[in-house]
T-cell receptor, first 114, second 116 residues
Framework: DVKVTQSSRYLVKRTGEKVFLECVQDMDHENMFWYRQDPGLGLRLIYFSYDVKMKEKGDIPEGYSVSREKKERFSLILESASTNQTSMYLC?????????????FGQGTRLTVV | AQKITQTQPGMFVQEKEAVTLDCTYDTSDPSYGLFWYKQPSSGEMIFLIYQGSYDQQNATEGRYSLNFQKARKSANLVISASQLGDSAMYFCAMGWTNFGNEKLTFGTGTRLTIIP
């Protein structure tokens, strides 16, 4: 059974903390994505990666960075967490080479910054 | 720039009726794919159906069908004979290749509520 696993389901952090959200996939997918989901705004792409050590900014990269040292792992980093980064964060992975391949999602991390 | 638009924030539908969820898109890329996902209250994202830009026929998967009108740039999801378990958020998404980078962008979603 294919799987995308996010390290935490719920997370509470303080303003100014450095926060790491981890995502691991076991499908050997080339592409991995980080989205944030907010009511009324849908899923907005933060960053994506199409290969190890390769990354591209999405639509809302400000305040975030990413790391992909191994193919199966894609980390989202909040350098200095702020309250406006309180949100649901979804990781996804997708195979490369054909537009038909759907993305597989993790269970989500609900992050609260206080 | 590529964009997905879902204009229905919420819908209420009587059980057993058919439902159409609207999705329009904007792209200048000739090769792209359109996806629909369901997100129940549990939060998981469930892939429902896919339509390729070069596909001649509308995609169908069980009770789900995709009404693809390429000239109008619309990809509406049709759910036949709705059930209580269809109550969820529904997202339309578009995927394409840009110099080897394969983005996937989503709309704002429609919350569907099925009334008994």
């Amino acid at each position: 059974d294919v799987k995308v696993t996010q390290s935490s389901r719920y997370l509470v952090k303080r303003t100014g903390e450095k926060v790491f959200l981890e995502c691991v996939q076991d499908m050997d997918h080339e592409n991995m994505f980080w989205y944030r989901q907010d009511p009324g705004l849908g899923l907005r792409l933060i960053y994506f990666s199409y290969d190890v050590k390769m990354k591209e900014k999405g639509d809302i990269p400000e305040g975030y960075s990413v790391s992909r040292e191994k193919k199966e792992r894609f980390s989202l980093i909040l350098e200095s967490a702020s309250t406006n980064q309180t949100s649901m964060y979804l990781c996804a992975s997708r195979s490369s080479g054909l537009a038909a391949f759907e993305a597989f999602f993790g269970q989500g991390t609900r992050l609260t910054v206080v | 720039a590529q964009k997905i638009t879902q204009t229905q924030p919420g819908m209420f539908v009587q059980e057993k009726e058919a439902v159409t969820l609207d999705c329009t898109y904007d792209t200048s890329d000739p090769s792209y794919g359109l996806f629909w996902y369901k997100q129940p209250s549990s939060g998981e994202m469930i892939f429902l159906i896919y339509q390729g830009s070069y596909d001649q026929q509308n995609a169908t998967e069980g009770r789900y069908s995709l009404n693809f009108q390429k000239a109008r740039k619309s990809a509406n999801l049709v759910i036949s004979a709705s059930q209580l378990g269809d109550s969820a958020m529904y997202f339309c998404a578009m995927g394409w290749t840009n110099f080897g980078n394969e983005k996937l962008t989503f709309g704002t979603g429609t919350r569907l509520t099925i009334i008994p």
